[in-house]
């Protein structure tokens, strides 16, 4: 299965015209071992997870691995296809993106990076490009940016409890 956007790794870079943009930061707090925690979660979807997401499967993040989020609405759930575009893995920067694939309700990618500084300072960064998949996806557009911010704020929560 291919991506549903052309512009695979963007979130890396200078994010694409015609989308939506989203970038959403949070100072966890410091020092080397929150780091490697806060790493830690990032790389084994505990972020999604803390968000009230399910992951199918969820094995560890690792670039081309193909997984499905399940996000329950009420008595509804909804599954989104998505595939790891890339993975982050220095010294002070780990994390990685994922992109839509067919059956996903928006077109774009999503990053989650955790970071250290020189001052010792713990930051995660959601950063996403999307737009919507489909003509519902479409129609429930105000609903649609809703729900992709309260997840944003979930995730930004999750990287430590």
Not at 54 to 68: F, H, K, W
Not at 74 to 93: F, I, K, N, S
Request: proline fraction near 7%; glycine fraction near 12%.
């Amino acid at each position: 299965m291919t991506f549903t956007y052309p512009e695979v790794g963007a979130t890396a870079a200078e994010l694409p015209v015609g989308y939506q943009h989203l970038h959403a930061s949070r100072v966890v707090g410091s020092g080397q071992e929150l780091f490697e925690q806060c790493a830690e979660t990032v790389m084994t979807w505990g972020v999604q997870r803390g968000a009230g997401l399910t992951v199918v499967p969820g094995d560890r993040v690792r670039v081309g691995a193909e997984n499905r989020l399940g996000l329950r609405l009420g008595p509804v759930r909804t599954w989104a296809p998505c595939r790891v575009v890339y993975v982050v893995d220095e010294p002070d920067r780990k994390g990685f993106a994922y992109g839509t694939m067919p059956g996903h309700p928006e077109c774009g990618e999503e990053s989650f990076i955790v970071s250290l500084d020189e001052n010792g300072t713990v930051q995660f960064d959601v950063t996403a490009f999307s737009r919507p998949a489909s003509w519902l996806a479409r129609l429930g557009g105000p609903v649609t940016g809703f729900v992709q911010r309260r997840v944003t704020w979930r995730y930004l929560d999750a990287v430590h409890p």
